[in-house]
């Protein structure tokens, strides 16, 4: 029930910014644990950020000062805004979200404790 569509993916170059979007139905993003991950071509996924009901987040060292997670209430949408990008921040972009383990290892931000993904949003950031 619970569908996640990602969007404001786009090509840029070193230095620049871009906003994600990740548009949530069947559920509330209030009452979800949701995260951020991204795979680049011949590399394993990786858990970029996650965010808790509580508010409380994980970031990766590799975004830590660079990104930022949050949510909107009122219009039910996760978002990361990517500041600063590099081009090894290339790579496509998937919204998760997720209850029980998703929430109570928060801090490992492992994909396979999620259980509801977005289709991907491409993001290439050339130097």
């Known amino acids: 029930q619970v569908q996640l569509v990602e969007s404001g993916g786009g090509s840029v170059q070193a230095g620049g910014s871009l906003k994600l979007s990740c548009a949530t139905s069947?559920?509330?993003?209030?009452?979800?644990?949701m995260g951020w991950f991204r795979q680049a071509p011949g590399k394993d996924r990786e858990g970029v950020v996650s965010i808790h009901t509580s508010g409380s987040t994980s970031y990766a060292d590799s975004v830590k000062g660079r990104f930022t997670i949050s949510k909107d209430n009122v219009k039910n949408t996760l978002y990361l805004q990517m500041n600063s990008l590099k081009p090894e921040d290339t790579g496509m972009y998937y919204c998760?979200?997720?209850?029980?383990?998703?929430?109570?290892?928060?801090?490992?931000?492992?994909?396979?404790?999620?259980?509801?993904w977005g289709q991907g949003t491409q993001v290439t950031v050339s130097s």
């Open positions: 998760a979200a997720g209850t029980g383990s998703a929430c109570w290892y928060l801090y490992r931000r492992f994909s396979g404790d999620f259980t509801y």
């Open positions: 069947g559920d509330t993003v209030r009452s979800l644990c």
